[in-house]
């Protein structure tokens, strides 16, 4: 009798790739053939296709003392078990690897080299670090972040062998200048990159042929760029984090030092032109574009996700008293124009995932296009727009707000509803009522099948904290301690919804009900001196969700776990599993996922600031592996761009 055959190692490869090419798209799509037929003229029966059925993740163990080394560098020692339609299985074990680590230099794709990360001002003129004297270099980041993988049907490239796909890599900003004294954080403009990658057909492998850096003076330069999101058209959505209180600029040092940095004059930035979304299209040639939006609202962006309807955006406010925020736009694939909405909870948040859940209704802050609001933020000042105290005036026509883990009392100036909606966006919507409760609310995703949105809190704390100075009641948002460790929500997402002045929300992807999916644990210190539990999920941060694989990934940005963590958790089987374990010190940020990518599936990584110590956290590890990261990443003045593989050497499959 004939039997299903299984795949050779290059078909099995195809669905995993070697870049996290995990084992969909190519097999999922073939037919495998049988080996033989009958032993009479009688045709055989055509064997059912062997195809992807199911996956899951072997988990590693946390690293510890016993291998410093492993500590010290992006260690994955985690798998992939792929069960296919005949129920048999196999295991693919994964690695990673690294495009290049900043600071490198790499090809410009026109037969010259171009500094990985490296830092450019207003005039596209390269900002030197004078900090050591005879020792000038151009600045370059330790911070790379937002990672977009895509590619284009028309694409052009010198150089490739195999097919051209292309990566947006955002750097979101540098820790110190090289004399290691001098805080360089948020004192630069924030580069953004084009990568040029060639797909080998053959494994998956990608490999670097281009670098590009975007021109972005037409954005006015960017301001901590930090996580990214993949358009449904195939464009990289940034991000502006902690956006400049346009009322305090004037004390404000470190946007100074931004603005002499990126226009050579520490008073011509102008705060209202930071703080929105950044958006770059990819050229066929490997270059690319940027344009920035006003329009999404002036708040602490940290990671948009755009719904399957072209339109529908939901927004991390990576802020303290931060909100839950809502695009809709006017026209699909386009974010010029739409209407701004904040979210306002009702009654039943709660850290049980077995809890009902809070509802939520939408208050609109307004309509606009992104040329309008650009004009507005070109001309007007602060006080145009609102009265702002820090204590009470007493005055009744004032309103008491929370911004920032404070109170003040704001006091609107006729007919700027408009600019305050977009421009002040923090304050106008605590003015409209939303609910402004969430402590660093950071990246978003959507699990499209079942019409779930997650959101990311890397903690909860202060404005969620019952008593807290910045909580307030009214909000309905009320733990009785914080919860360092923070947790992931799930968002129901539904159609039929109207705003809270009974008008309709253009969408049938509206956030209606929010329960919690995914908590941390805070710990006394263990042993390595780790402040949440180790084996849970601590302070996340960046969120992907794989349709093909039901599974939901996780990126750490924790002064809790020694080591940040990439998890995967399964929606449907509920088992989280630890993939990957960035240097110490280091934060887990680039995460991108990538079902098909001409029959390949990638998931990305990068890492930021390795051995950035904490006298809390590490005490108990820095001396021993400080030199080991110091030899690792350029004296920590490096960190890695790169993506999840699976190790050729590790796959076993039988030939047909």
């Known amino acids: 009798m004939s039997k299903?055959?299984?795949?050779?190692?290059r078909q099995a490869l195809k669905f995993l790739g070697t870049p996290l090419m995990l084992p969909l798209g190519g097999l999922a799509a073939a037919s495998l053939s049988a080996c033989g037929g009958g032993d009479d003229d009688t045709p055989a029966?055509?064997?059912?296709?062997?195809?992807?059925?199911?996956?899951?993740f072997a988990a590693m163990a946390a690293p510890s003392l016993a291998v410093p080394a492993d500590m010290a560098k992006t260690l994955v020692a985690s798998s992939l078990d792929v069960t296919l339609s005949d129920g048999s299985k196999q295991s693919f074990k994964l690695a990673y690897q690294a495009f290049f680590l900043t600071g490198d230099l790499v090809p410009d794709g026109k037969g010259g080299t171009v500094q990985a990360g490296a830092y450019f001002d207003i005039n596209n003129k390269p900002i030197i670090d004078t900090t050591v004297a005879g020792k000038e270099r151009q600045f370059f980041s330790d911070s790379p972040d937002g990672t977009s993988l895509l590619s284009l049907p028309n694409a052009s490239v010198t150089g490739i062998k195999g097919k051209p796909v292309f990566a947006v890599v955002q750097f979101e900003y540098t820790t110190w200048a090289q004399d290691g004294k001098t805080d360089m954080y948020g004192k630069l403009p924030s580069p953004i990159a084009v990568l040029t990658l060639d797909q080998d057909q053959a494994t998956g492998k990608l490999s670097l042929v281009k670098y590009h850096n975007v021109d972005t003076s037409s954005a006015h330069g960017l301001w901590i760029t930090c996580g990214s999101s993949l358009s449904p058209w195939g464009t990289h959505l940034s991000s502006e984090e902690y956006e400049p209180d346009a009322f305090t600029i004037a004390a404000n040092t470190m946007f100074k030092a931004f603005s002499k940095n990126t226009f050579g004059d520490e008073s011509?930035?102008?705060p209202y032109h930071y703080g929105h979304l950044p958006e770059v299209s990819v050229n066929p040639d490997g270059t690319g574009t940027i344009k920035k939006h006003y329009c999404l609202g002036r708040i602490s962006h940290e990671l948009i996700q755009v719904m399957p309807d072209n339109r529908t955006a939901i927004m991390g406010d990576d802020a303290t008293n931060g909100g839950f925020f809502m695009f809709v736009a006017d026209k699909e694939k386009d974010l010029a124009a739409g209407s701004l909405y904040v979210a306002k909870f009702g009654a039943g948040f709660s850290l049980d995932p077995a809890a009902a859940g809070a509802?939520?209704?939408?208050?609109?802050?307004?309509?606009?296009?992104?040329?309008?609001?650009e004009k507005l933020a070109d001309t007007l000042k602060p006080t145009d727009i609102m009265e702002v105290s820090t204590t009470d005036p007493k005055d009744a026509s004032f309103s008491k707000i929370y911004l920032g883990g404070k109170q003040q009392w704001v006091k609107l100036k006729p007919g700027m509803e408009k600019a305050a909606a977009f421009l002040e966006t923090h304050r106008y919507a605590a003015l409209m009522g939303g609910t402004m409760a969430f402590t660093k609310m950071e990246g978003t995703t959507v699990n499209i099948k079942d019409k779930i949105a997650y959101s990311a809190l890397q903690n909860m704390q202060s404005s969620m904290v019952k008593g807290n100075a910045a909580w307030n009641e009214a909000y309905g948002i009320t733990l009785d301690k914080?919860?360092?460790?923070?947790g992931v929500l799930a968002h129901t997402l539904s159609a039929g919804q109207k705003d809270t002045a009974g008008a309709a929300i253009a969408s049938d992807w509206v956030p209606s009900l929010t329960k919690t999916l995914l908590v941390g644990e805070d710990i006394a210190a263990d042993a390595l001196g780790n402040l949440a539990n180790p084996d849970k999920i601590g302070a996340?941060?960046?969120?992907?969700?794989?349709e093909k694989l039901r599974t939901l990934f996780i990126g750490e940005d924790s002064s809790y776990h020694v080591n940040n963590f990439v998890w995967a958790y399964n929606v449907d089987t509920k088992t989280l599993s630890r993939l990957a374990s960035m240097p110490s010190g280091a934060e887990a940020t680039g995460l991108g996922v990538v079902d098909d990518l001409n029959g390949w599936t990638y998931i990305t990584s990068n890492f930021q600031h390795p051995g950035d110590w904490s006298a809390t956290l590490h005490a108990k590890v820095q001396a021993t592996l400080d030199p080991l990261v110091r030899a690792n990443y350029k004296d920590r003045f490096g960190a890695a761009v790169g993506y999840l593989t699976a190790e050729a050497?590790?796959?076993k499959l039988n030939k047909l």
């Open 4 to 9: 299903p055959t299984h795949p050779t190692r």
């Open 45 to 56: 029966p055509t064997p059912a296709p062997v195809i992807f059925s199911s996956a899951s």
């Open 268 to 270: 011509k930035a102008n």
């Open 359 to 373: 509802p939520l209704s939408w208050i609109k802050l307004g309509a606009a296009t992104s040329a309008e609001i």
């Open 482 to 486: 914080a919860l360092n460790a923070g």
């Open 540 to 546: 996340p941060d960046n969120l992907k969700f794989s």
């Open 649 to 651: 050497t590790s796959v």
